[in-house]
């Protein structure tokens, strides 16, 4: 089955630490696009972050970065100098070139304490 | 610049009614996606539709339909309501604009809360 895997389903921080969330997928196919969203209690999903799995270069926003490491099947979202603005359900996706379903993992809860 | 947005915001059914929701998406976009999110769960797409036709589909049965406009905007239908179509629906948008698959990203609209009774 082609499916997207976060194994932690609840993660806890303080304020100003970094934490990393887990992902690991399953597919066949060589080329594809990888993806953090963040859904607030607002419900809108927001786009943290992208990786296009032929480029080796780990993607970097701002304090978000991913560690791709595609041999593993893995993609990993580290947030460095956590903020309480940060809590959120975070999904990892997967998304095939030439198609735009998108395949959603289950998703971590984030809380930020202060 | 609006986004994508959705209406209504919240809708209560009952078991066997019909349903209709709306999203228009982001000024410049041509392709609207629909998902479905259960309580506690990820988003499960539905289908695409681009140039006012279905291109690809999820795992959900014929009771699932759609409808692209001339204007990019799309209505998503869900006959014969079950209690299990309880959930948050998803509008996202992007771009293909004739590139196979699109190199732009999806953007969500607020989503629909749908409570079936």
């Known amino acids: 089955a082609q499916t997207v895997t976060q194994s932690q389903p609840e993660m806890s921080v303080q304020e100003a630490e970094t934490v990393t969330l887990s992902c690991t997928y399953d597919t066949s196919e060589n080329n594809y696009y990888l993806f953090w969203y963040k859904q607030p209690p607002s419900r809108q999903m927001i786009l943290v972050i992208r990786q296009e799995a032929y480029k080796q270069q780990n993607a970097t926003e701002n304090r978000f970065s991913v560690n791709f490491q595609k041999a593993a099947k893995s993609f990993s979202l580290k947030i460095s100098d956590s903020q309480l603005g940060d809590t959120a359900m975070y999904f990892c996706?997967?998304?095939?070139?030439?198609?735009?379903?998108?395949?959603f993992g289950q998703g971590t809860r984030l809380t930020i304490n202060p | 610049d609006a986004g994508v947005t959705q209406s209504p915001t919240h809708l209560i059914k009952t078991r066997g009614q019909q349903v209709t929701l709306r999203c228009s998406p982001k000024?410049?976009?041509?392709?609207v996606s629909w998902y479905q999110q259960a309580l506690g769960q990820g988003p499960q797409f539905i289908f695409q539709?681009?140039?006012?036709?279905?291109?690809q589909r999820g795992n959900f049965p014929d009771r699932f339909s759609g409808h692209q406009f001339p204007n990019y905007s799309s209505e998503l239908n869900v006959n014969a309501l079950l209690l299990g179509d309880s959930a948050l629906y998803l509008c996202?948008?992007?771009?293909?604009?004739?590139?196979?698959?699109?190199?732009?990203?999806?953007?969500f609209g607020p989503g629909t809360r749908l409570t079936v009774t």
């Open positions: 996706a997967r998304r095939f070139e030439g198609a735009q379903k998108l395949v």
């Open positions: 000024s410049g976009h041509d392709t």
């Open positions: 996202a948008s992007s771009l293909i604009g004739g590139l196979a698959g699109g190199r732009y990203e999806q953007y």
């Open positions: 539709y681009y140039e006012e036709e279905e291109r």
